[in-house]
Antibody
Framework: QVQLVQSGAEVKKPGASVKISCKASGYNFTSHYMHWVQQAPGQGLEWMGIINPSRGSTIYAQKLQGRLSMTRDTSTSTVYMELSSLRSEDTAVYYC???????????????WGQGTLVTVSS | DIVMTQSPDSLAVSLGERATINCKSSQSVLYSSNNKNYLAWYQQKPGQPPKLLIYWASTRESGVPDRFSASGSGTDFTLTISSLQADDVAVYYCQQYYSTLFTFGPGTKVDIK
């Protein structure tokens, strides 16, 4: 079945970086755009950015420019999200989510990973 | 960025009654070239990832019960749960994908009265 499986929880110190993985299965990995969404404790959803798994091209939310990097490994059908210069406000659950239609970057997000909790604390 | 707002922030509805959530975008999310509204609705239960309910503003995702319906165009949208069930207790988010910089609404919490 189609699924996205994310890596496990992380605890990081302020100023460090975190890299989370999202492994796709059950569909053609390079055909669907992948997004990352942040959810701070008790808060709403915030879109972080998108990657084209075929070309590796990315678009990031402006507030995360310079700290966010999305990459992919087509050999393992895995996308990665790396956030650097971590601060306490980055404590959140991070989700990867698939774009619904093949080949379209503008579409709803139909499959979500289980989420990865990142805790930033000294 | 397109700003999404939702109302109310929360609502409590009796089992079997109707729940209505509103969503407004700061600019139109209607693409004139294909006459589609680039608007989705998600349901999120505690401890779970969001679940896609509706896309193109009114198209129900496969497997979503037909008590969920949605409407609207341009900048104003509505999600309706026609007969609230206990399983519908959740936070509901609208999201625009008209802009390549996607944005979500702040969410509406639905509870049982």
């Amino acid at each position: 079945q189609v699924q996205l499986v994310q890596s496990g929880a992380e605890v990081k110190k302020p100023g460090a970086s975190v890299k989370i993985s999202c492994k796709a299965s059950g569909y053609n990995f390079t055909s669907h755009y992948m997004h990352w969404v942040q959810q701070a404790p008790g808060q709403g959803l915030e879109w972080m950015g998108i990657i084209n798994p075929s070309r590796g091209s990315t678009i990031y939310a402006q507030k995360l420019q310079g700290r966010l990097s999305m990459t992919r490994d087509t050999s393992t059908s895995t996308v990665y999200m790396e956030l650097s210069s971590l601060r306490s406000e980055d404590t959140a659950v991070y989700y990867c989510a698939r774009g619904r239609r093949e080949g379209y970057n503008q579409d709803a997000l139909d499959i979500w990973g289980q989420g990865t909790l990142v805790t930033v604390s000294s | 960025d397109i700003v999404m707002t939702q109302s109310p922030d929360s609502l409590a509805v009796s089992l079997g009654e109707r729940a209505t959530i509103n969503c407004k975008s700061s600019q139109s999310v209607l693409y004139s070239s294909n006459n589609k509204n680039y608007l989705a609705w998600y349901q999120q239960k505690p401890g779970q990832p969001p679940k896609l309910l509706i896309y193109w503003a009114s198209t129900r995702e496969s497997g979503v019960p037909d008590r969920f319906s949605a409407s609207g165009s341009g900048t104003d949208f509505t999600l309706t749960i026609s007969s609230l069930q206990a399983d519908d207790v959740a936070v509901y988010y609208c999201q625009q994908y008209y802009s390549t910089l996607f944005t979500f609404g702040p969410g509406t919490k639905v509870d049982i009265k």
